[in-house]
């Protein structure tokens, strides 16, 4: 089975002791970040809703964004990442085999590399896929990545010789897979807490939840979409009741703070 999750807003850059490999679609990055560059701070706050500060971080960052950036300015993927869905994930306390095949069973959907694996060599960005960053493709993030992400999967999984996409990313990034070019089983697992009026998903607890899916995949080396019904991590129990085949639900008691 290949994974994929969404990225974070938030990064860790903490240096990390980690061989890193290069991302696919590097050449895109390199060209979205000189589209980016030419935005001013007002374009910029507008496109992300970005207070001032971070506008003129990320201003910054697009600024610094080279084609052949130097080792001390890049960092592996799963690690740079540090938002809810990497907590679940918790990529650092993998060990090396684990990373190795969250390295070949692992995407991550970004909307500046399209696709990367979690030891592809980063440079500090934010970019959301939602984002409306008008190119010579079109007026979105999902006009300029079109079919290649489908595609790219399709590839990948075929070298994997599997036919199943775990879908843990939100809807913004997964939208950028285009459905038509896809040709793979897709299955989205839903995480729910109950208060006792019944279960509801709630976003936070959403997000943690698709990270440790995609670390129970890993650990466990799983290749058999059925047995992603064991996953229980966190207090969660497969709810076979509130499923569907490719949908498969996950609930626990809402948790006390």
Known sequence: ML???????????????????APAMQEDAVRLAKTARNLTLGDLKALMHLSDDLARLNRD???????????????????????????????ASLDADEMDFAQNHLRILSGLYGLLRPRDAIQPYRLEMGSRLKTRRGKTLYDYWGDDLSKALNAQADAMNTDVLVNCASQEYFGAVAPKALKLRVITPQFMEDKGKGPKIVS???????????????????????????FNSGGYAYQPDLSKPDAPVFVRPYPET
């Open 204 to 230: 936070f607890f959403a997000k943690k939840a698709r990270g440790a899916m995609a670390r129970f995949v890993v650990q466990n080396r799983l290749t058999d979409p059925d047995a992603l019904i064991d």
């Open 3 to 21: 994974v994929v999750i969404s990225p974070a807003k938030r990064l860790d850059w903490a240096a990390r002791d980690m061989d890193m490999t």
């Open 61 to 91: 960052r697009f600024q610094v964004f080279a084609a052949e950036p130097e080792a001390e300015a890049l960092r592996p993927a799963a690690l740079a990442f540090a938002g809810d869905t990497y907590q679940g994930l918790d990529a």
